[in-house]
DNA sequence: TGTACATCAGTGAACGCGCGTTCACTGATGTAC
DNA sequence: TGTACATCAGTGAACGCGCGTTCACTGATGTAC
């Protein structure tokens, strides 16, 4: 370990993703960040102004990441159809969701305000607008009031699975939370499926 | 105010209640709810073991009065058929994920384990046993499985909207998020009816 | 009814901890001449 | 090419804060006789 890192802001980010996704974003310290990346705790501040900052900075790589997958998502299946596209785009969204759960609720919690961070909101506003596509080439024609209720509509279902998939509720009776889970858990593409005709 | 309160413990949670809707969850302290009770620091150890178990109190009395909110709704239009009912069911859970916003989190925050509290986890199921009763009027003879995912796509619709209708994104598009979510604001009624037929 | 006493429900001081941040510093680097 | 020096990117010590919790205590209450 040089004394001139290098490439320390780099390895920060990085390692304050790592934490975030283990312990959670209201267990993230400046200290145990810096610790991660083997520097003093004093360091990050060479690099980002206050900790927010450093925070913001791993939910903009969420979203990111997020956006990079819902493309993907789309474009393997690219000869296929809107509806397929779409199902496969909802399918990335909750992998994505539940395979980084702990980002994606840095992500979406009101810790961070993105009006403050610019280069965040682009990048969360870049994932928006990829349902958007999606949909709109599921709805040729569609009215932009329609459009616009769509999306939320889609993207709160998402964003409501995600939150309610790995909820550590077991009740006892037979049609419960529970169960039902993991019924979808098993299937999410014939749940998607359903959930476009219902 | 008297040496012995005489009803510290009920003063102590809706002083919880009260700090947990204005502040949020994670900036409850001990301290600070205390004194909101206008009693020393170390007067709730009298009551409650820990922490945890003076918001799990506060947790579960959020998940009573919507459980309380979901049957007002229906009952209201007892008469009306089970669509109607469930949409004021629908409007019912929204009204209080937004007035209650911060409550509803800690209700759904990880940092309670439901499993620890039983009497917790008995509130929030009666609350989910609301809707699971609703969607089985709406559509009688349907199989469990079915049913159970009808639950799970309803809750979640309901969950994500909450979540995504007061985030503070404003976007500079014409199709956005911003937009559309006002749209959504001005008139849950026609949204979660159409949210029935798509 | 009066008194002794156990129990209950408060109190204030203190402990120990982790945190974000500041400060004066120092070693490494790069550049002008 | 060698040297003086400004700048950069680290360091360790320290500050001040808020927190959950424990402790020995004390005043109020209720009950047995």
């Known amino acids: 370990m040089k004394y001139h890192h290098g490439n320390l802001k780099e390895e920060l ?41 450093l925070l913001a900075e791993v939910s ?15 474009s393997k299946v690219n000869n296929a159809n809107a509806k397929d596209r779409f199902l496969e785009m909802g399918l990335a969204y909750l992998e994505f969701g539940l395979e980084k759960r702990k980002t994606y609720d840095l992500m979406h919690s009101p810790v961070i305000d993105k009006l403050e961070f610019p280069e965040l909101l682009d990048s969360a506003t870049g994932a928006f607008e990829e349902l958007v596509q999606i949909l709109k080439e599921l709805f040729p024609g569609i009215s932009e009031d329609s459009l616009g209720k769509k999306c939320i509509k889609f993207w709160a279902m998402m964003h409501g699975l995600v939150g309610l998939l790995d ?6 009776t037979d049609t419960n939370a529970g169960s039902a889970m993991s019924v979808v858990k098993d299937d999410f593409r014939s749940f998607l499926e359903e959930s476009l005709e219902i």
Chains 1, 2 share one sequence.
């Open 167 to 172: 909820m550590k509720i077991e009740p006892e």
């Open 13 to 53: 980010i990085t390692s304050a993703c790592k934490i975030c996704e283990i312990s959670g974003h209201d267990h993230m310290s400046l200290r145990s960040i810096a610790k991660e990346a083997s520097v003093s705790q004093t360091a990050p501040y060479r690099h980002f102004k206050t900790k927010e900052c």
């Open 60 to 74: 903009r790589r969420g979203f990111d990441e997020l956006t990079k997958r819902l493309r993907a998502a789309t």
